[in-house]
């Protein structure tokens, strides 16, 4: 399938990472727009909901096409549609969760995923007093049958919730086993090969983000 | 305290936020190097750890000061007091956290706070089953208290983890409380006065940034 893709990723590749770390927010917003009953909307209106300017959001949406037209705004529901196919969200994605202690509960009993495209589908522990526990509906597996289960499941994302003593050796058992798009949620920065693309979580850049203004 | 600081935040303002947004990023992996018993590192390998130049690190922290030599590099317990200070992280700041669910206790017992800042100093729910119940060694308030506790603790930021649907009706009552940081994790967007600052955790959109570039 990917090598079908060779154009695609070429031209993707022209489109700045920023601007497609921005489109998820404008899905979320206009979600959140359509679940009021909106059906219109406007860059002026989505701009001041995000703190972005409406020139900037109709920059950003000109690289994958005409959305909206001068005078009548954006439809919800179409462009929805699109960034979904844009994101690759149209479809529902399997994901695998390490670390089943009280974050990968919550992470794995958080039912927001499945309809903006993402599914828990395993959850790995180290621990033998985790594995067999359940989390939600998902029974926690020995991280030894990590590489086979990520096969059986066609997953490409992973999340680590481990601690962070853990964390790197859990990203390169994943990366070993054909994992290349990583959520870290341990306080790290991880060593992966150029291939591979993770993503963190951590709530401490944002307090310290915060606190630099409160002085 | 606040009036005096004027002078230092008109300097502030003229740095750009999103070089504000990378110096934690900076002090976690100085402190992660500190750890490993490293004393001296160059921009050239906090750039390879990070995946930025070292002339965008040279840069940004230029705009704070003289913190490496030519040829000698930064020395790594420097640079952490330093942008500590910068970051006014070289004080212990109280979170109050709202939302004692699974997501408020995964984050009420992560330990890693206070090293770097922060301590979740109070628990806040609505749900009387909830109150009264202890999360690690804090025992969960009704939210009727919020006001008062956030006065008596001198708290400045508050995290949001409660469900989407009370989100907003939550962040309106901190707001009203003196809270002007928060920290969501509900998916959300939330309204808020422009002096009030928030931040948002929310994996969905680094999973939807991530299957971008899977097609």
Request: charged fraction near 25%; avoid cysteine; hydrophobic fraction near 25%.
């Given at each position: 399938m990917r090598s079908t893709k060779a154009p695609v990723k070429r031209i993707k590749s022209e489109i700045p990472d920023i601007v497609i770390g921005r489109l998820p927010v404008y899905l979320r917003t206009l979600n959140l727009l359509a679940s009021e009953g909106r059906e219109v909307t406007s860059s002026q209106e989505l701009g001041e909901h995000l703190g972005i300017s409406s020139a900037q959001i109709r920059k950003d949406l000109s690289h994958f096409g005409e959305f909206g037209k001068q005078g009548t705004g954006y439809n919800i529901p179409y462009l929805c549609k699109q960034l979904q196919k844009i994101l690759n969200v149209d479809k529902v994605w399997s994901v695998v969760l390490v670390g089943a202690g009280s974050l990968g509960n919550a992470i794995a009993n958080y039912n927001g995923f499945e309809s903006r495209g993402f599914r828990i589908s395993a959850i790995f522990d180290e621990d033998p007093q985790k594995i067999?526990?359940?989390?939600g509906t998902i029974v926690v597996e020995s991280i030894n049958g990590l590489a086979e289960r990520i096969k059986e499941l066609d997953a490409h994302i992973a999340v680590i919730a481990v601690p962070v003593q853990a964390a790197q050796r859990v990203a390169d058992y994943l990366i070993e086993s054909g994992i290349a798009s990583i959520l870290c949620y341990a306080p790290i920065t991880l060593s992966v090969p150029a291939n591979v693309r993770v993503e963190y979580i951590d709530p401490v850049i944002h307090f310290q983000h915060m606190t630099y203004y409160l002085g």
């Open positions: 067999g526990n359940e989390v």
